[in-house]
Each structure stands twice: as structure tokens, then as C-alpha cells.
T-cell receptor, first 113, second 115 residues
Framework: KNQVEQSPQSLIILEGKNCTLQ??????????LRWYKQDTGRGPVSLTI?????NTKSNGRYTATLDADTKQSSLHITASQLSDSASYIC????????????FGTGTRLLVSP | NAGVTQTPKFQVLKTGQSMTLQCAQD?????MYWYRQDPGMGLRLIYY???????DKGEVPNGYNVSRLNKREFSLRLESAAPSQTSVYFC??????????????FGDGTRLSIL
């Protein structure tokens, strides 16, 4: 069964600190992996996309990694800001032709002042 | 650009009532999607429309119908609402579902409660 599991479920960090969110997937055939940020009361917004051949990709203070052999990805947030408080959702594209997506349940991050 | 616009933002229904959730995008996207988001679960696909004039069932289509009115608009209808349909509903669109590198753009959701 195609699944995406994220850890931790929730996380509280102090402003200015770094953190790393984890994503493990059992999705086949793999097309790509994307991290979305979802602010409270808003829809998800794409942060970064990783394809099979990519190991690392950065978007400002966000750095995503992908290990296609172990089927693991991580999202590292550097120098956290209050505006980083949100849910972070790992999404894997499972079907090249129809763009079907498998969503993780998300990690809820709270950045405390 | 407004992106993806969903109406209404909030709605309370009684069991057995019907209603239609509206979605419109102004990005000239071909593919549109309806999802539901429940606590402790990932987003689940209800229906999608790969292009104007076509619709297909997703993972959880029972109790719902959809209409791709034109390229911009994709509506979701609950014919006889049930408490199990209490959820947050998201509409999304992208240039083409056959190009997985294209991100899906989401609206801000409709929060629906069925009493």
C-alpha cells in the first residue's frame, strides 16, 4: 500500500533555532517528492520538489534532502522565525500519468518567541 | 492573481441537506482536484478533472458529485449530507496532472460541519 509517514507529529522550538522534519514513504512507482507548508486556516503551498536523481534542494532557509534508496526525505529549517509556525506536509507523486499524490499527515511546528 | 478561490469559507448543514461547493481558478490550468482533510489523516482525493469536459473518481468519491463547468470552474456537490462528511474541503489546480513536476495550487478551503 502506498503510504507516507511523517515524524514527529508536532514540534515546539525556540525562535532562531534549527529543526529537521522527517518523511518516510513506501510509494511505487516513485515520481517525485514535494514538501508543502500549510498555515492555519489556509491551503498548502509548495516549498520544494525532489526528483529521483536529486539529493538536496534549498529554498531560502528550507533545505530538503532525499535518499531514494532508503525512501526517506527530510526538511531542515534554519534560523527559525515565528512565521515558520505551520504544518509541513510531505507529498509523494505515485503515478506519473495522472499525477496522483499520496499525502503524509504532516508535522505541526510551533516556533515560540 | 487570486489563484484558486473557494466559496463558501464556512458552512453548517443539517443531515440530509444538499449543497454545492464552488471552486474557480484564474491560472489557465487544465487539471483541477477536490480533496478533503480530516484530523490525523492526509489529504484524500475525492474527484479530479484532468481537463475540461472530463471527471474521474479519486480515493473517496462516495456521497459526492462534481461538475467541470468550464476550464475555470470545478464544483463539488453533496446531495444528501451526512455527519461523516464533516471536514475541510480543498480545491486545487495545476497545469496538467500528466506533468507531476507541476505543483498543485490550493485554495484556502471550505470548512463544512454536518449536524
Amino acid at each position: 500500500k502506498n503510504q507516507v509517514e511523517q515524524s514527529p507529529q508536532s514540534l515546539i522550538i525556540l525562535e532562531g533555532k534549527n529543526c529537521t522534519l522527517q518523511c518516510n514513504y513506501t510509494v511505487s512507482p516513485f515520481s517525485n517528492l514535494r514538501w508543502y507548508k500549510q498555515d492555519t486556516g489556509r491551503g498548502p503551498v509548495s516549498l520544494t520538489i525532489m526528483t529521483f536523481s536529486e539529493n538536496t534542494k534549498s529554498n531560502g532557509r528550507y533545505t530538503a534532502t532525499l535518499d531514494a534508496d532508503t525512501k526517506q526525505s527530510s526538511l531542515h529549517i534554519t534560523a527559525s522565525q515565528l512565521s515558520d509556525s505551520a504544518s509541513y506536509i510531505c507529498v509523494v507523486s505515485a503515478d506519473l500519468l495522472l499525477g496522483k499524490l499520496v499525502f503524509g499527515t504532516g508535522t505541526r511546528l510551533l516556533v515560540s518567541p | 492573481n487570486a489563484g484558486v478561490t473557494q466559496t463558501p469559507k464556512f458552512q453548517v448543514l443539517k443531515t440530509g441537506q444538499s449543497m454545492t461547493l464552488q471552486c474557480a481558478q484564474d491560472m489557465n490550468h487544465n487539471s483541477m482536484y477536490w480533496y478533503r482533510q480530516d484530523p490525523g489523516m492526509g489529504l484524500r482525493l475525492i474527484y479530479y478533472s484532468a481537463s475540461e469536459g472530463t471527471t474521474d473518481k479519486g480515493e473517496v468519491p462516495n456521497g459526492y458529485n462534481v461538475s467541470r463547468l468550464n476550464k475555470r470552474e470545478f464544483s463539488l456537490r453533496l446531495e444528501s449530507a451526512a455527519p461523516s462528511q464533516t471536514s475541510v474541503y480543498f480545491c486545487a489546480s495545476n497545469k496538467s496532472g500528466r506533468q507531476p513536476e507541476q505543483p498543485q495550487h490550493f485554495g484556502d478551503g471550505t470548512r463544512l460541519s454536518i449536524l
